[in-house]
């Protein structure tokens, strides 16, 4: 039996730490012992773990080393750690300087390792939790993992000396494959894509849970799910909210999910007055309630690798709408599963109208949806191959 070490910064709402924990789900406790090292316990996904999964307590300064700045510097004062405060306060100055600083290299001395040895280690997400695998973590085989399109990525020598230091890497896209090989110049034969696992039935069986909101029926319901950060283009759909409402479109916009640009996308509401008809509501931990009530899932993200959030609108059946990111059509194909439309509001907002006034569309996009196959069997399979179990 392998003993297998997964690393991931947090156990939150995102879409790899959903992907992790399904991976976590699928794998055959007799056939690998795993361990599950956090850099900050308490995320909401945590709970779902498998309880022959050890989650391993890392020490406090991993998180307030690798974690946001303006949540764990407090923490660093507290505990007198000052070299580390002024280390993190220089590297944060960098870093909006130079896109392409190499940070790591600064505070992996303040890091301790993992005690032990495995077989397999497996940093589950890119940049620092794949370079704790390399400096980290003892083990006979080291495997990172890419969760996003790295196409405008600007790499320089430090970070992918690191990467090459580990001895596969796994992405979740041929286009992010592509990509990152193309950017890095990384070995294309040491890397593998390996597709986010989706478990249908728990989605179904979770979005039949009762939630206590109450709809209005007359109106369109729009949700999206996602961190309220530029990439997911939260503050596009807020845009595309007001054209609607100009439109005469009598719809409510759903938002589910957190972030930094919460304060920011709020006042643009308020100040066009959207709030009757564009909610954040915040994060929710079963988001499938509200993704199976909706008339449209709208997805308006500037940049992904391979959209969780997509699949699991697909198994629910759902009508989409989707920007035209580069590795959008590893999912969507265009006016059968979903509309795809170019990254601005105006587009996004013709492709909801669209969906409102097209019942028949609608109907056979919902259809096709839910006859998509699944490949999370194969997927697992192709794990057991990556780590040579």
Same mark, same amino acid.
């Given at each position: 039996?392998?003993?297998?070490?997964?690393?991931?910064?947090?156990?939150?709402?995102?879409?790899?730490?959903?992907?992790?924990?399904?991976?976590?789900?699928?794998?055959?406790?007799?056939?690998? $012992?795993?361990?599950?090292? %956090?850099?900050?316990?308490?995320?909401?996904?945590? $709970?779902?773990? &498998?309880?022959?999964?050890?989650?391993?307590?890392?020490?406090?300064?991993?998180?307030?080393?690798?974690?946001?700045?303006?949540?764990?510097?407090?923490?660093?004062? /507290?505990?007198?750690?000052?070299?580390?405060?002024?280390?993190?306060?220089?590297?944060?100055?960098?870093?909006?300087?130079?896109?392409?600083?190499?940070?790591?290299?600064?505070?992996?001395?303040?890091?301790?390792?993992?005690?032990?040895?495995?077989?397999?280690?497996?940093?589950?997400?890119?940049?620092?939790?794949?370079?704790?695998?390399?400096?980290?973590?003892?083990?006979? /085989?080291?495997?990172?993992?890419?969760?996003?399109?790295?196409?405008?990525?600007?790499?320089?020598?430090?970070?992918?000396?690191?990467?090459?230091? %580990?001895?596969?890497?796994?992405?979740?896209?041929?286009?992010?494959?592509?990509?990152?090989?193309?950017?890095?110049?990384?070995?294309?034969?040491?890397?593998?894509?390996?597709?986010?696992?989706?478990?249908?039935?728990?989605?179904?069986?979770?979005?039949?849970?009762?939630?206590?909101?109450?709809?209005?029926?007359?109106?369109?319901?729009?949700?999206?799910?996602?961190?309220?950060?530029?990439?997911?283009?939260?503050?596009?759909?807020?845009?595309?909210?007001?054209?609607? $409402?100009?439109?005469?479109?009598?719809?409510?916009?759903?938002?589910?999910? /957190?972030?930094?640009?919460?304060?920011?996308?709020?006042?643009?509401?308020?100040?066009?007055?959207?709030?009757?008809?564009?909610?954040?509501?915040?994060?929710?931990?079963? &988001?499938?309630?509200?993704?199976?009530?909706?008339?449209?899932?709208?997805?308006?993200?500037?940049?992904?690798?391979?959209?969780?959030?997509?699949?699991?609108?697909?198994?629910?059946?759902?009508?989409?709408?989707?920007?035209?990111?580069?590795?959008?059509?590893?999912?969507?194909?265009?006016?059968?599963?979903?509309?795809?439309?170019?990254?601005?509001?105006?587009?996004?907002?013709?492709?909801?109208?669209?969906?409102?006034?097209?019942?028949?569309?609608?109907?056979?996009?919902?259809?096709?949806?839910?006859?998509?196959?699944?490949?999370?069997?194969?997927?697992?399979?192709?794990?057991?191959?990556?780590?040579?179990?």
């Amino acid at each position: 039996m392998k003993h297998i070490i997964f690393v991931m910064p947090t156990l939150r709402m995102g879409g790899a730490e959903r992907a992790l924990v399904s991976l976590l789900k699928t794998l055959d406790p007799k056939r690998v $012992k795993v361990d599950l090292f %956090l850099f900050e316990r308490g995320g909401v996904l945590e $709970k779902e773990v &498998p309880s022959w999964v050890k989650i391993i307590q890392s020490d406090p300064i991993v998180r307030d080393m690798t974690l946001e700045l303006r949540n764990y510097l407090g923490e660093l004062l /507290r505990h007198r750690k000052l070299s580390a405060a002024i280390t993190r306060l220089k590297i944060t100055a960098m870093a909006r300087r130079r896109k392409n600083y190499f940070s790591w290299g600064a505070i992996e001395k303040y890091i301790p390792s993992v005690p032990g040895h495995y077989d397999v280690a497996v940093g589950f997400l890119e940049g620092f939790t794949d370079f704790f695998v390399v400096d980290k973590v003892n083990a006979d /085989r080291k495997i990172g993992w890419i969760h996003t399109d790295m196409s405008g990525k600007i790499f320089n020598k430090q970070e992918m000396a690191y990467y090459r230091k %580990l001895d596969m890497l796994a992405t979740i896209s041929e286009k992010c494959r592509t990509a990152f090989i193309t950017r890095s110049e990384y070995p294309g034969e040491r890397m593998r894509v390996i597709e986010n696992i989706v478990l249908p039935q728990e989605i179904l069986h979770k979005a039949d849970e009762t939630v206590d909101e109450m709809w209005d029926s007359s109106k369109v319901h729009i949700v999206s799910v996602g961190r309220l950060e530029y990439l997911k283009g939260m503050d596009i759909a807020a845009k595309t909210a007001l054209i609607l $409402k100009e439109n005469g479109c009598d719809f409510v916009w759903h938002i589910y999910g /957190r972030g930094l640009m919460r304060e920011e996308i709020s006042q643009y509401v308020k100040q066009n007055n959207l709030s009757d008809c564009f909610i954040l509501e915040g994060q929710r931990p079963n &988001p499938y309630p509200y993704m199976k009530k909706a008339d449209i899932i709208v997805q308006p993200s500037r940049r992904e690798g391979k959209s969780l959030v997509l699949d699991e609108a697909k198994i629910l059946g759902k009508a989409i709408v989707v920007t035209n990111y580069p590795s959008v059509t590893d999912q969507i194909t265009d006016r059968k599963t979903g509309i795809i439309v170019d990254t601005t509001p105006q587009a996004i907002a013709e492709g909801v109208e669209l969906l409102v006034t097209d019942k028949r569309l609608k109907s056979n996009l919902e259809d096709n949806c839910r006859r998509a196959p699944n490949r999370s069997r194969l997927v697992v399979d192709q794990f057991y191959k990556l780590t040579d179990i």
